[in-house]
Nanobody
């Protein structure tokens, strides 16, 4: 069982930056993929970014490419989401998730462990 705790959300003006952190309660093994998802009010949870724990390879949804960067710190069992050039449409609850095997995925149903979420609000 892996518990994930997100932090770093908040209120920021459009064009600003935030860095989200996701700390895992247990060691993340090399077979894992980690992901960030977000859910805006009245919308379904959507994929944002994912990273392979072993190789560090990444993938992003088109709307955040060039603005967001996912990274991980193996020693700290922590994954990050650096968000730059934020837009009002980025407003959502952001969730960290862990997928124990099978490689990276964009599908939230393939992730076994989830954090509680952190609110990101971007004002115009």
């Amino acid at each position: 069982q892996v518990q994930l705790v997100e932090s770093g959300g908040g209120l920021v003006q459009a064009g600003g930056s935030l860095r989200l952190s996701c700390a895992a309660s247990a060691r993340i093994f090399s077979s894992y993929a980690m992901g960030w998802f977000r859910q805006a009010p009245g919308k379904e949870r959507e994929f944002v970014a994912t990273i392979s724990w072993s190789s560090g390879s990444t993938s992003y949804t088109d709307s955040v490419k060039g603005r967001f960067t996912i990274s991980r710190d193996k020693a700290e069992n922590t994954v990050y989401l650096q968000m730059n050039s934020l837009k009002p449409e980025d407003t959502a609850v952001y969730y960290c998730a862990a997928k124990p095997w099978g490689g990276s995925s964009w599908a939230p149903t393939e992730y076994a462990y989830w954090g509680q979420g952190t609110q990101v609000t971007v004002s115009s």
